[in-house]
């Protein structure tokens, strides 16, 4: 459509509306239908009554439903023309846009990585922190703990839970639960997680069994009572090929029968999110069951309708003091520290502990941090849509000059700015779902216990994320958002034209010496201050990822496979499986290529392990408190084949088996903290585990192995020879010459010969074991990094348009001065200043904001304060590089600009 | 004068446009127009005529303006567009010959 037409057709409204309009038109017909029929001689009263008629009849009626019709078609053709006119603003977009595809294409990619990440995260913030739990009404369930201290949260035992259950008011419902795993016994067995719970966990939650029937209520009478247990979804169709009738039925776990009451919703596998079988935890013996500090179980509770989670909290406060009362604590049990512990309870919505707090506060820095760089994106944009404006200042000036109205114009500006939005939107999709997938495969629950992460629900995990509908529509939303935000500044200065002067001024270049506008100038100092922010906090995580990966573990990760194996109990005598385990590893150690094999029964960076208290046979008990100490059962060779040192004293032989004297090896920092100014060597202690509570000699000290997470320091370990006190589970490592995850195959397949019954899971190399431990760490230091290196991309470009136009605009200047005898360096110096003045600026303000906000990495960083200027100075270094980099091409083209063809140019 | 016929569905529109392409009309002129054309066959409801108008007018066929009439009154004067041109005709010809069709069937006698 050509210009003038589009012009016109603007603002074509009639005064007085399409009503009044109607009935001036009616009267006009009345009068000339009167005047006919007068003329034909009717009489005046006579000629009206027929000119109504005609009409219809009543006149008021008619005079009521013509001004609706009237209306509703000037209604219809202006809504007619609104999308007219946007159809035509969207083709006069698409064309201008079709004519630059250099920038088109720039400008698409930007907001597709722009919104896809932003989309991506979102998709990742909304799985892990805002949907609403699958389950009834989940702001009604609460998780209720015991405290211990500030901070110290414990779980339950049967006899504290029951004495809460009987005295609490608040709920509607409330049931334990406690995620273990077992061996699904029989054939092919397999090794599943298992959540042990009390019969009213499904009613707590609000969900019904898909199949058969909930456990009944009985169940929750006391220990001793049936065995009976409801299956997954997935376990029912995967072990019983979705069989109808498998209620009744029996289940063998650990080869123990229970019957399977009914099987769970489909998608539901407790609150771990890992379980495939739910069992009546009341199936215990009651010696089992009724020790009050065998604190194992967690309490999730159903409020009443009305009760606010608060009034819960508190009566939980109440009842938590209450208990501790009625169960004391005794002398000489398992405590941290010898100051008397004040035990209570408290009362916490389960929304509030879905996740890990580090996790939820790392992911929502993420979450920023891609938001800020879509703000640059937007600042970015907004820059090259006003150079683009001021390049079009004439035709602009040529269309107000002929009448169009400025929102018009702005609506047709901001219109291209939406549509090229849209465009980027719509590519934004492949990096979101790319970045969703991504998302979604990295932290599986066991990488974020290494990382002491795990907590919250299991159940809420990164396998939920995906881009589903709410993830769309903030995408689509987010796209309309910045195509409105990048075009309406560049849209709102294009059209305030002082009209006269731009159709004086002909081209826009013809004004020299003006330079470029203040605005400009503020979107590239506002790009380099957040590109600065963003540089500095993924400074700071990649210098603490280094800091984490200079951690040295006590092992040597490289060419070591690990395996799993629990054996069912029963399946080998106690006192046979030394022999067996001898068995096992003589197997492996006869495979090609493997250097050596060795048993530990949990395995390094496993987030924690097993641990006890351990006197002393020439100490009072109270001289050293509660000496706590981690138990590990290994076999001889574990400490070669891990590349533990051996600092002092011996390793263990294949001569402490049972019925030799005990021994124990104690790590590095057990020795230091227990036995300060003497020689632990041959001192004798008591483990209280494994029956080494009778006393074993310290033989030997190793160096320390962090068993926790990578950055927590190393705790007082024990070592057992698991020849003297054999346990059921083991962890196998293999030290191979070549590539561990190649041995796998061969190992599994040796192992289902010598242990055919015994499920090996958890296979994996050593390094990934190591390599996901700091996987959040690494996983935030690169995306940080990655947003920032786009923030940086993107500032860079800024600076670059904004001096190439300000150059361009200053040729005829340059020309001049260098006609009249400007040095040429002194040209190249006078853009290069130019440039680096917005860069400093732009420094200066990022750094103050990135002082004040890197504040929220906190806690996320190991070994590296917020304020690390080392980290500061190496970024503003970087920045100032790339921002005199990008003034560099501009400065050199003007102090090259030939006098001659600049002045005669125009 | 004969009973006056009804207006067949849709002629309404095509009597009007027919009118309105001899020269631009306000409401009653079209009305005058036609009754002076038909000689009082057709029975026109003068309300008709105006639902017709607006229909025609938010489709795009005719246009619309105040104006002053020879008297000086103010009245809004039709005038038909382009594509009120084009249905016109093409409505003309297919409504010709489906008159001349039903003439055919209706006037053919036993042989």
């Known amino acids: ?906 | 004068m004969a009973e006056a016929l009804p207006l067949i569905k849709g002629t309404l529109d095509l009597l009007v446009l027919k009118a309105l392409s001899w020269a631009p009309m306000h409401g009653f002129e079209i009305c005058a127009w036609l009754e002076e054309r038909s000689d009082g066959s057709f029975d026109v409801d003068d309300g008709a005529l105006y639902y017709s108008l607006h229909r025609m007018e938010e489709r795009g066929l005719i246009r619309s303006e105040w104006r002053l009439t020879d008297n000086n009154r103010r009245a809004r004067y039709y005038q038909l567009l382009p594509a009120g041109r084009t249905h016109l005709r093409t409505e003309t010809a297919s409504l010709e010959r489906y008159v001349r069709a039903l003439t055919g069937i209706l006037s053919a006698r036993p042989a």
């Open chain 1, 1 to 906: 459509m050509s210009l003038p037409r589009r012009l016109f057709r603007l603002g074509i409204r009639r005064p007085g509306g399409a009503r009044d309009e109607m009935l001036e038109e009616l009267e006009f017909h009345l009068e000339s239908r009167i005047a006919q029929l007068v003329a034909r001689g009717l009489s005046p009263e006579d000629a009206r009554r027929e000119a109504v008629r005609r009409l219809g009849g009543s006149l008021a009626q008619t005079r009521r439903r013509l001004g609706d019709s009237a209306e509703r078609r000037d209604r219809r053709m202006d809504m007619l023309q609104a999308m007219r006119n946007l159809a035509d603003d969207v083709a006069y977009a698409v064309r201008g846009l079709a004519r630059r595809p250099g920038f088109t294409i720039a400008a698409v990619l930007m907001l597709a990585i722009g919104i896809g990440a932003n989309t991506a995260l979102y998709s990742a913030v909304d799985a892990l922190l805002l949907r609403s739990l699958p389950y009834a009404e989940p702001s009604r369930l609460m998780d209720v703990v015991q405290t211990n201290g500030p901070g110290g949260n414990s779980p339950w035992s049967w006899p504290r839970y029951r004495y809460f259950r009987d005295a609490a008011t608040s709920y509607a419902s409330i049931a334990l639960h406690q995620y273990s795993q077992t061996t699904l016994t029989g054939t092919d067995p397999e090794r599943i997680g298992i959540e042990e719970v009390t019969a009213a966990y499904l009613p707590t939650l609000g969900l019904k069994v898909r199949l058969g029937h909930d456990f009944p209520g009985d169940l929750d009478a006391g220990p001793g009572a049936r065995k009976v247990a409801l299956i997954s979804d997935a376990l029912w169709q995967r072990r019983y090929n979705a069989d109808p009738a498998v209620t009744g039925r029996t289940i063998s776990l650990n080869r123990e029968s229970w019957e399977i009451a009914g099987v769970l919703p489909p998608g539901f596998r407790g609150l771990s999110g890992r379980a495939d079988v739910l069992v009546n935890l009341t199936a215990r013996q009651a010696d089992d069951l009724i020790q009050p500090w065998s604190l194992e179980f967690d309490l999730i509770g159903r409020l009443r309708p009305g009760v606010t989670p608060a009034a819960a909290a508190s009566e939980a406060h109440i009842l938590g003091g209450r208990i501790a009362e009625v169960f004391p604590v005794e002398k000489g049990t398992l405590t941290t520290d010898a100051a008397p512990e004040r035990w209570s309870a408290d009362a916490r919505p389960l929304n509030a502990i879905r996740v890990a707090p580090a996790l939820r506060r790392s992911l929502l820095v993420l979450f920023g941090a891609v938001g800020m760089v879509l703000l640059i994106t937007c600042v970015n944009m907004a820059n090259l849509l006003m150079a683009r404006a001021l390049a079009r200042k004439q035709e602009i000036a040529v269309r107000l000059a002929i009448g169009a109205s400025r929102a018009r114009l702005i609506r047709l500006l901001v219109t291209e700015s939406v549509v090229l939005a849209l465009m980027g939107g719509v590519a934004s999709l492949g990096v979101a779902l790319a970045g969703a997938r991504i998302l979604s495969l990295i932290n599986p629950t066991e990488a974020l216990r290494a990382q002491g992460l795990a907590g919250g629900i299991g159940a809420v995990s990164f396998e939920m994320i995906h881009l589903d509908a709410s993830a769309l529509a903030f995408a689509f939303g987010l796209t309309l958002v910045v195509g409105l935000l990048f075009g309406l500044a560049p849209a709102w200065s294009g059209t305030r034209a002082d009209l006269s002067r731009d159709l004086r001024d002909g081209s826009p270049l013809a004004r020299g010496g003006r330079g470029i506008g203040v605005s400009r100038r503020s979107l590239v100092v506002a790009e380099v201050a957040l590109a600065l922010v963003l540089l500095a906090g993924s400074g700071l995580m990649l210098r603490s990822l280094g800091n984490l990966l200079q951690v040295d573990p006590g092992f040597d990760a490289r060419h070591v496979l690990t395996l799993r194996l629990a054996l069912p109990p029963g399946e080998v005598a106690h006192d046979s499986m030394p022999g067996f385990y001898d068995e096992i590893q003589a197997a492996l150690a006869a495979l090609p290529g493997v250097d050596g094999v060795a048993l530990e029964d949990c395995p390094p960076l496993n987030g924690g392990c097993n641990s006890t208290i351990m006197t002393f046979a020439d100490r009072p008990p109270s001289a050293t408190g509660n000496a706590m100490i981690g138990v590990h059962w290994v076999s001889p060779e574990w400490f070669r084949t891990m590349r533990v040192p051996l600092l002092r004293g011996r390793g263990f032989t294949g001569a402490d088996r049972i019925g030799a004297p005990k021994v124990v090896v104690i790590n590095e920092t057990a020795a230091r903290r227990y036995f300060p100014g003497e020689d632990p060597l041959g001192k004798q202690v008591a483990v209280y585990q494994g029956g080494f509570n009778t006393g074993a000699e310290v033989v030997g000290i190793v160096g320390d192995v962090r068993y926790e997470t990578i950055d927590s320091t190393a705790r007082p370990d024990a070592y057992i020879p698991y020849a003297q006190a054999p346990v059921g589970r083991m962890m196998i490592f293999v030290r191979t010459t070549q590539d561990p995850a190649a041995l796998a195959p061969s190992a599994m397949a040796r192992l289902r010969q010598v242990a055919p019954s015994a499920p090996i899971y958890d296979i994996q190399p050593m390094e990934s074991r190591l390599a996901s431990a700091s996987s959040q760490a690494r996983f935030s230091a690169i995306l940080l990094g990655l947003f920032a290196l786009v923030a940086l991309t993107l500032a860079v470009t800024g600076i670059y348009g904004v001096m190439s136009f300000a150059v361009a605009q200053r040729t005829r200047e340059i020309g001049i001065r260098i006609a009249l005898g400007a040095d040429r360096r002194r040209v190249l110096a006078l853009i290069l200043r130019e440039g680096g003045l917005l860069a400093l600026v732009g420094a200066g303000i990022g750094l103050a904001a990135a002082l004040a906000s890197t504040r929220v990495l906190r806690g996320m960083l190991f070994e590296v304060t917020t304020t690390d200027p080392g980290t500061y100075a190496a970024m503003i270094v970087v920045l100032a590089a790339a921002a005199l980099t990008a003034s560099w091409l501009p400065a050199r083209r003007a102090a090259r600009v030939d006098p001659m063809v600049a002045i005669r140019a125009d």
